[in-house]
């Protein structure tokens, strides 16, 4: 009895697949995840987290938000910003930062002394959007196409701002 054996092809891709993972945080500052931090008036304070993907071609989108969720006039959508893939296509290692300007006063809607959430969203899919009435109002600013491509982090933040006063300068 005879046998013909027939190998099994190697399985080539160009270029290599990627492990289909969403982004991580980690290295948040300041304190650690959920801790609450007292934002000093006027000068305020930078937030930053490292951003890890494993997979080189994502391009992260960056949101932070204050008092989020629910989704309400309190809310404010603080910025929009990207991680763009990596050039040398390794793993992606950046670190998401409140911009230049530190969260201050100028971030919190009411009330005005109080503590207060800041949420860093990365996703690695576009955010869905907002006006869409079938998102329900804690998941509005936050979803993504990807469910599962979504990291999250946050800090609540103690900040004493002063009341504004406007002046009525117009005379009857």
């Known amino acids: 009895m005879s046998a013909c054996i027939i190998p099994v092809a190697p399985d080539f891709q160009d270029p290599p697949s990627v492990p289909t993972s969403g982004p991580t945080l980690s290295g948040f500052s300041p304190g650690n995840f959920g801790e609450l931090v007292t934002v000093p008036v006027p000068q305020g304070l930078l937030f930053s987290a490292n951003v890890t993907d494993l997979d080189p071609r994502a ?37 998401a930062i409140t911009t230049q300007t530190p969260v201050d006063c100028g971030w919190i809607k009411q009330p ?15 955010f869905l959007d907002s006006s869409n009435s079938n998102l329900p109002a804690d998941k509005k600013l936050d979803s993504a196409r990807d469910p599962t491509g979504v990291a999250y982090a946050f800090w609540n933040i103690v900040i004493s701002c002063p009341a504004s006063t406007t002046s009525d300068t117009s005379s009857p």
């Open 59 to 95: 391009t992260l989108r960056i949101r932070w938000l204050v008092d989020y969720p629910p989704d309400s006039d309190a809310t404010t959508l603080v910025e929009l910003g990207s991680i763009t893939p990596s050039a040398d296509g390794l793993t992606i290692k950046q670190q």
């Open 112 to 126: 005005l002394t109080s503590t207060h959430q800041l949420e860093l969203v990365v996703a690695d899919s576009d």
